[in-house]
């Protein structure tokens, strides 16, 4: 991806056939969708490519287990669908993972052992291996690190795991290939109207981007563009705030993920191994300011801790927190979806009076159906030729390995020069934290060691990009100030 040629073929387009405000999983789905259709398509993030709730995701490709308590099958299928769907066409980005459920009850064995038959079953011909039973034996084998006291068994079940911001530039990577315009650090602060009717918006600094339809896939902030379009007094989104901790891989040690699905406050919690450290996760906090940098609670520390403590033998203290991050869910409060084209249970499509589409809700598993229900509104919204959708079996952009041989630049980071050139030259990486947020994952994986090489780091990406010293020192210092936050320096 090529900045340069995108911001050219900003200029020299007159018009787009689809214009998407949004550069998170729903928008770049989106691009990808439309662009293989063959429509001109250009993508606008306001920040940097899932700098938002993609990058901050549990990394599950799930169909989720805890939707079939609820009875929402439907939903659990259509996950179910595009978790094989994504292993199918991104096998270097997603894996399989499996998961136990301990069982600490008598009747938590039968119960969650045949809920597992049943997500087995829903899964079909792209379904990941078949669940199992474990005896205590098996389970403590499994996993040497989970609390032994009262524990019954477990039973085993199969999931995708993957790195979320990787997917999302893989995505852009994806659209640029087909021809999209995709651009970070472009912000939309209107629209542009003819009577009634959305005709393009105006992106920062006061460009003007004319287009068939405009489609709003800006997740928590949708409500946003949404009062740029005359839409006052309708918000659609209540966020909650889920955060996670990242500890070292010795709290776990085991390949196999933890899932407890009701702890006794009756929240989901995962213990889930990830590039070769523990995710803890999360929390359901409801929070009424929308913003690019959630910060977590102190309580939601203190819960996910105490919980640690629970279920774990080794226990993490504050101390032993390598990285804390929160994400925004981009819920959809009930009722909005009245007389608008509910498509699935999951997420919703609003179309306004001006021709605004509005995408919102979803998960990161279901990106791909979220896309293509969007594109076929759009086919519609903005009188487009008919073309079908493709992303069914559409392989998902691979940049091979990164070159070994490098050292890392911190003992505890894989991090390397080419990692940082690379994220320069061919990712769109405009600053220190593109880098280490989410071109690799220095930040959530290990803050104080990312705050200890921001410096080197920042050298690294001026000497590829041509900037200055003072560059250089400012972009070090807005860094460290984020990537406190992360070090649980509250
Ligand atoms: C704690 C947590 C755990 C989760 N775990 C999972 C999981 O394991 N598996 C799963 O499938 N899903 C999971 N999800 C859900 C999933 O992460 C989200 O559904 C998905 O990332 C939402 O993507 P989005 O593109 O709609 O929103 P976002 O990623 O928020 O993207 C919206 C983008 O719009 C941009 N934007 C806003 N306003 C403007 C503007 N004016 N101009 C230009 N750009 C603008 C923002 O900067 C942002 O980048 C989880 C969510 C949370 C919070």
Not at 142 to 151: G, M, V
Not at 205 to 212: F, L, N, T, V, Y
Not at 267 to 294: A, Q
Request: aromatic share 6%; proline share 4%.
């Amino acid at each position: 991806m090529n900045r340069d040629q995108m911001l050219r073929a900003l200029k020299t387009t007159k018009e787009w056939d689809i214009a998407v405000v949004g550069g998170g999983a729903t928008g770049l789905g989106i691009a990808v969708d439309a662009a293989s259709r063959g429509f001109s398509t250009v993508l606008l993030e306001q920040s940097d490519f899932a700098k938002a709730t993609s990058s901050r995701s549990t990394k599950l490709i799930h169909g989720g287990v805890r939707y079939l308590k609820q009875g929402n099958v439907g939903l659990v299928i259509e996950a179910l669908k595009e978790r094989g769907l994504l292993c199918q066409n991104a096998p270097h980005l997603v894996h399989h993972l499996p998961f136990l459920v301990p069982s600490y009850h008598w009747w938590e064995g039968p119960f969650y052992g045949i809920g597992l038959k049943v997500y087995d079953l829903l899964a079909g011909k792209l379904g990941i291996e078949k669940s199992k039973h474990l005896s205590r034996e098996e389970v403590l084998e499994k996993l040497p690190t989970l609390e032994p006291k009262d524990l019954r068994g477990g039973t085993i079940y199969y999931d995708g795991q993957f790195d979320d911001a990787r997917l999302a530039i893989v995505l852009a990577q994806t659209a640029a290939k087909h021809g999209a315009c995709i651009l970070n650090y472009t912000k939309v602060t209107g629209l542009i109207k003819e009577g009634p009717l959305v005709k393009g918006v105006i992106a920062e600094p006061d460009i003007e981007i004319r287009a068939k339809v405009v489609i709003n896939a800006t997740g928590v902030f949708a409500d946003g563009l949404r009062k740029m379009d005359g839409q006052k007094n309708s918000s659609i989104i209540e966020p909650s705030q889920g955060v996670h901790l990242v500890l070292d891989r010795s709290f776990l040690s085991s390949d196999t993920a933890i899932m407890i699905p009701h702890t006794d406050d009756g929240r989901v919690l995962f213990f889930v191994p990830w590039l070769d450290h523990v995710l803890v996760g999360t929390t359901d906090t409801p929070v009424k300011n929308i913003l690019l940098e959630p910060k977590p609670l102190e309580e939601e520390i203190e819960f996910l801790l105490t919980h640690a403590k629970k279920y774990l033998t080794k226990h993490p203290e504050r101390k032993d927190i390598l990285s804390v991050f929160a994400g925004l869910r981009p819920l959809v409060r009930s009722g909005s979806e009245s007389n608008t084209a509910a498509l699935s249970r999951d997420h919703v499509i609003l179309i306004s009076d001006s021709g605004l589409i509005t995408i919102a809700g979803g998960k990161w598993t279901t990106y791909r159906k979220m896309a293509e229900d969007a594109v076929n509104k759009a086919i519609l919204v903005g009188h487009l030729d008919e073309a079908p959708c493709s992303t069914e079996t559409l392989p998902l952009h691979n940049s091979g390995p990164i070159g070994h041989g490098e050292k890392p630049l911190h003992p505890q980071l894989t991090l390397t020069p080419a990692h940082i050139i690379r994220a320069v030259n061919e990712e769109m990486a405009l600053t220190l934290e593109d880098v280490l947020a989410r071109r690799t994952r220095s930040l959530f994986l290990n803050a104080k060691a990312s705050i200890e090489i921001a410096e080197k780091a920042a050298h690294i990406m001026a000497k590829a990009l041509g900037k200055s010293a003072a560059w250089e020192k400012e972009e070090t210092a807005s860094f460290i100030a984020i990537a406190k936050t992360y070090a649980a320096i509250l």
